[in-house]
């Protein structure tokens, strides 16, 4: 997939829904924001707003949707190339489930750079870990040695190895201890930076997203109801009343810590 400087995420009306006829549940309604390229932008709501289903439906791994969805200023078809998974990774929320319980750091690391065809393996193995400050001795250790951070931070190794442009990020501190779950987000800030990657990150948490992301959608029954810069969100200002909640909850979350 060519990379196009100017363009890094675009919805245009999109739907996602599962079931037929009466059976249809919608999702996702008539969403729409832009991500640009290098930026990170945050989706956020309570559980089942439909937020992680449009990073579903981004990668495909959703079979009902319609609208537009443009990556780096390429309209998407239904069906995803090999292109494209080398431009977009994901990180899942759990990274007990996510990492293959009976396959090394190496035999993970490995396997992705064998299926998108990157030579040195070796190098770029030890080059990844070293970036998400993991050293050299976590290599040919198994998942159960590791601890939750541990195992995101080789999640987030597995999705960078390729040389992505954009990460899709998937609730990746939810599952973690709240003590490990800021290393995470500075770890991913830092990579950013370092690497001109594009971010679209799912939150419940108000707080991670206003941590993370310049821009924010907030989701609420599958739509879009307010779309918030950084700023506003960390200036308390919103005009949804859905969003005035979320905020008030966050403040005396905040107070309570």
Avoid at 66 to 74: A, D, F, H, P, Y
Avoid at 181 to 203: C, F, H, P
Avoid at 206 to 228: F, P, R, T, Y
């Amino acid at each position: 997939m060519s990379k196009d400087n100017s363009a890094g995420i675009g919805l245009e009306n999109v739907n996602v829904w599962f079931g037929e006829d009466n059976e249809r549940v919608d999702a996702v309604i008539d969403a729409g924001f832009t991500v640009s390229f290098g930026g990170s932008f945050g989706l956020v709501g309570e559980s089942g707003s439909g937020k992680s289903t449009i990073l579903r439906a981004i990668t495909g791994l959703v079979p009902n949707w319609s609208g537009k969805i443009s990556v780096l200023g390429r309209e998407l078809s239904k069906d995803r190339g090999k292109e494209f998974y080398s431009a977009v990774q994901m990180v899942f929320q759990d990274p007990y489930a996510s990492l293959h319980p009976r396959q090394t750091v190496d035999r993970v690391l490995s396997e992705a750079l064998s299926l998108h065809g990157f030579n040195n393996v070796n190098e770029r193995i030890l080059q990844v870990l070293d970036d998400v400050g993991l050293d050299k001795t976590f290599r040919f250790r198994w998942p159960h040695q590791l601890s939750g951070g541990q195992r995101q931070r080789v999640a987030i190794a597995r999705a960078l190895i390729i040389e992505p442009t954009i990460l899709l990020l998937d609730e990746p501190t939810s599952a973690l201890d709240v003590s490990v779950q800021a290393e995470i987000l500075n770890l991913l800030t830092r990579l950013r930076a370092e690497k001109g990657l594009t971010y679209l990150m799912v939150s419940h948490d108000l707080a991670v997203v206003g941590h993370m992301c310049s821009k924010i959608a907030v989701m609420n029954g599958g739509k879009i109801v307010e779309l918030l810069s950084v700023e506003d969100l960390r200036a308390l200002k919103a005009e949804h009343p859905y969003t005035k909640v979320l905020l008030d909850a966050s403040v005396q979350k905040r107070r309570e810590e």
